[in-house]
């Protein structure tokens, strides 16, 4: 399994970095992937109901997300889920170099790997996602035999 850093935002950093506790609306990026429109939603609410603000949320991808937080206007403030290393690229031109965004405190590892039930690893030995490139493999997983 590899192991991913991923870096949220905590509000209070978030917040008091894009100068957002003056807005009368405080937009989360919203990313495409399940993970980050869960964690936008969960930060959007906390700080509806915790500070009474509103909030707004502006899809987009990381770059577009960086982007407009560094742009100072208030297009988007929080980017709910950066994932390092993926994101190195984002955080050392914005973070590193040009300082205009600030990573939260509150970071957690996430772990990134796959699941399989038991029996499917002891009588198939499929314990990695490379044992899943084999033909028998493949095979096991294709329910209508079209080779697909």
Same mark, same amino acid.
């Given at each position: +399994? &590899?192991?991913? &850093?991923?870096?949220? *935002?905590?509000?209070?950093?978030? $917040? @008091?970095?894009?100068?957002? +506790? @003056?807005?009368? &609306?405080?937009? #989360?990026?919203?990313?495409?992937?399940?993970?980050? &429109?869960? +964690?936008?939603?969960?930060?959007?609410?906390?700080? %509806?109901? !915790? $500070?009474?603000?509103?909030?707004?949320? @502006? /899809?987009?991808?990381?770059? #577009?997300? *960086?982007?407009? +937080? =560094?742009?100072?206007?208030?297009?988007?403030?929080?980017? /709910?889920?950066?994932?390092?290393?993926?994101?190195?690229? *984002?955080?050392? %031109?914005?973070? =590193?170099?040009?300082?205009?965004?600030? $990573?939260?405190?509150?970071?957690?590892?996430? !772990?990134?790997?796959?699941?399989? /039930?038991?029996?499917?690893?002891?009588?198939?030995?499929?314990?990695?996602?490379?044992?899943?490139?084999?033909?028998? @493999?493949?095979?096991? *997983?294709?329910?209508?035999?079209?080779?697909?």
């Amino acid at each position: +399994m &590899k192991t991913l &850093k991923r870096m949220t *935002f905590t509000l209070s950093m978030a $917040l @008091a970095g894009t100068g957002a +506790m @003056a807005q009368e &609306k405080v937009m #989360v990026g919203e990313p495409s992937w399940p993970g980050a &429109k869960i +964690m936008a939603s969960l930060i959007g609410t906390v700080i %509806e109901t !915790r $500070l009474g603000v509103e909030v707004g949320y @502006a /899809p987009g991808t990381n770059a #577009v997300i *960086f982007a407009s +937080m =560094d742009g100072g206007r208030g297009d988007i403030d929080i980017h /709910p889920d950066v994932w390092l290393p993926n994101q190195a690229s *984002f955080t050392n %031109e914005y973070v =590193d170099t040009k300082g205009t965004v600030s $990573l939260g405190s509150g970071s957690y590892e996430g !772990r990134a790997g796959i699941c399989v /039930p038991t029996y499917m690893a002891q009588e198939h030995n499929i314990t990695s996602i490379y044992d899943l490139a084999t033909p028998d @493999a493949q095979a096991l *997983f294709d329910s209508d035999g079209d080779g697909v």
